[in-house]
């Protein structure tokens, strides 16, 4: 009795995808558009491409591309449901801490607001001196947690990142 060639035939995975980051970012964008439908999304694109190409080559320690890092922090925004503002500062929250770019040039490429958050809100808008990483990290994190626990009460459905880094300075 022949056997039949169909049962003979063992699945095969998909092969993993070829750029990782690229479909991370994707997934993400994808996750804003949930809930945001109508923002523009260029300034994330920008902040993303920015981020990826000073990143270019750095690994965590588990082998894998450092980029996944921010692109991670940035979900989690937006599961929290922060707007560009602050995804982009997701993305763009270690380039000055480990790339050679400075708070100065994001804020040319980027603007006051998102330089503001990525620095973790210096005490005045023209200081040049910056809190060191750990005082930038626990500001972040007010920041996020400040905006989670705003949004519940707040008139406004969608608290923007400026305001909540206003908040977490004072």
Known sequence: MASDPASLVVPVSPPPPSDPVGELYRELEAKIREYRPKDDLAPLERAYQFARERHEGQTRDSGEPYMIHPLMVARILADMRLD???METGLLHD???DTSVTIEEVRARFGEEV?????GSPSSPNSTSFPPRTARRKASARCCWLWSRTSAS??????????????SAT
């Open 154 to 167: 707040s008139s406004s459905s969608w608290p923007t990142a400026s305001t909540t880094c206003a908040r």
């Open 95 to 97: 380039v000055v801490e």
């Open 115 to 119: 330089a503001r958050c990525v620095d």
């Open 84 to 86: 560009v503002v602050g």
